[in-house]
C-alpha cells in the first residue's frame, strides 16, 4: 500500500513538472527574436518599484544598438503567472532572447551590460 501512495505521488509530481515544462515552452515560443542575430528584451518591473522606465530604453538602444530588435517592460501586476512561469522573484529581471529561446535571464544590470559587449 505504501508502494502505491508512493508512486502515485511520484506520478502526480512528474506530470505537475511536464505541465509546467510545456507552459514554460509555450511562454517562450510566444516571446522569441523573430530575426536571427537579433535579441527581444523583457524587462519584468513591479509598478511600486522606482525604475526610470526611460533611462533603461535608451541605455539598451545606445549601448546595443544593431544586436537588439525589440524592448518591452512586463508589469508583474499584469503578467504575474508569466514571471512566476519563468522563476522570477527579483525585479528588475531581464530575460533576453534570440530566435531560439532565452539567453540570459538575469536581475544585475551589469550582467546585462556584460552579455551585450560580445
Not at 508512493?6 to 513538472?17: G, H, R, T
Not at 544598438?65 to 529581471?93: M, Q
Request: with cysteine.
Amino acid at each position: 500500500m505504501k508502494r502505491v501512495l508512493l508512486f502515485s505521488v511520484i506520478i502526480l509530481f512528474l506530470v505537475a513538472c511536464g505541465e509546467r515544462n510545456g507552459e514554460k515552452n509555450e511562454l517562450i515560443q510566444g516571446i522569441l527574436s523573430d530575426e536571427q542575430g537579433k535579441y527581444f528584451v523583457h524587462v519584468y518591473v513591479k509598478r511600486e518599484t522606482n525604475i526610470n522606465t526611460q533611462q533603461i530604453e535608451e541605455m539598451v538602444d545606445a549601448r546595443y544598438e544593431g544586436k537588439t530588435k525589440k524592448l518591452t517592460f512586463a508589469y508583474v501586476d499584469d503578467y504575474r503567472k508569466d514571471a512566476n512561469i519563468l522563476g522570477i522573484n527579483t525585479y528588475p529581471t531581464y530575460v533576453v532572447l534570440d530566435d531560439k529561446g532565452i539567453v540570459l535571464q538575469t536581475s544585475d544590470e551589469e550582467e546585462l551590460k556584460k552579455f551585450f559587449q560580445l
